[in-house]
């Protein structure tokens, strides 16, 4: 099965300076002959680079929406109200339709979706609320979440909070899942945001697959990280060989990216929008 993922959008612009570049992560993934959405960005602007990228939206059977954040879904009413395929179902993890909100400098902003399940479904969306810890959504691509801590220098940020039964708690981002895709050179890895840590989400997907993880793709949320997290970090993905990993979104600054990429040599590449990356048998 051939593999193929486009990132439609990213905080940094790549090589095409045609494109859109915005806080925000969305990819294009086809594996044999199924195309599945992974993430929308923060607003239309997906949809206009891929476009302009000559990838056809309506093929679109499967789209996954990795959080309830507005940089992940924010896109996702665009991708409704211009019809591209109204048979495309939308999954998301329990919670994800949670109000979601953010501190930052002593003020809370709303950090959530623009619309509701409601919303969603009186417009004709088939909503799947995914429950398990593994899915298979297309053949040889899955949905994993249900992350078990196990490093310990990766804590939630109490500076995110969610609306639960009434009380705003600190966010554990249970609805959190990553997108792994079965090919012919091992595990490829999809990350929206890493709420629950990158390493926890990587441990998690060895625990339960089994197989080597040949690239990880997308967000670390190394951004907020220290230095002693990140250069561990660094450290269990070099003790792991993992032969590609493409860093994107909320990994950090020009400094981190640097630091990330003197660490990793020629297994690192910045995930930028437009980078396109394919495996084929």
Request: proline share 4%.
């Amino acid at each position: 099965m051939n593999v193929h993922i486009t990132t439609l959008i990213e905080n940094s612009p790549g090589q095409n300076q045609t494109l859109h570049t915005e806080h925000g992560l969305s990819f294009f993934i086809k594996t044999g002959d199924k195309t599945t959405l992974f993430d929308t960005g923060a607003s239309s602007w997906f949809a206009a680079n891929a476009e302009r990228l000559k990838l056809d939206l309506t093929r679109v059977e499967n789209v996954i929406l990795s959080h309830g954040h507005y940089d992940h879904s924010g896109g996702y009413p665009h991708f409704v109200s211009e019809g591209f395929n109204p048979k495309a179902k939308l999954w998301v993890r329990s919670g994800f339709f949670d109000k979601k909100f953010g501190l930052k400098q002593n003020t809370t902003q709303y950090l959530g979706n623009a619309f509701t399940k409601e919303d969603l479904e009186a417009k004709g969306v088939a909503v799947q609320e995914i429950q398990d810890p593994v899915v298979e959504i297309a053949p040889s691509l899955f949905s994993v979440s249900g992350f078990a801590s196990s490093f310990p220098l990766e804590q939630t940020n109490p500076r995110f909070t969610v609306l639960r039964g009434g009380n705003e708690v600190v966010d554990d981002f249970s609805d959190e899942q990553a997108v792994v895709i079965k090919s012919a050179k091992g595990l490829v890895v999809i990350l929206g945001c890493s709420h629950p840590g990158v390493i926890t989400i990587l441990t998690t997907i060895k625990a339960r697959f089994q197989e080597a993880i040949y690239a990880v793709i997308g967000g670390t949320h190394l951004v907020e990280a220290d230095q002693r997290r990140i250069e561990k970090t660094m450290d269990t993905l070099l003790e792991w060989e993992i032969p590609l990993i493409g860093i994107s979104h909320c990994s950090g600054g020009p400094d981190h990216i640097a630091y990330m990429k003197s660490r990793l040599g020629e297994r690192f590449f910045h995930n930028n929008t437009g980078t396109q990356f394919e495996i084929s048998n």
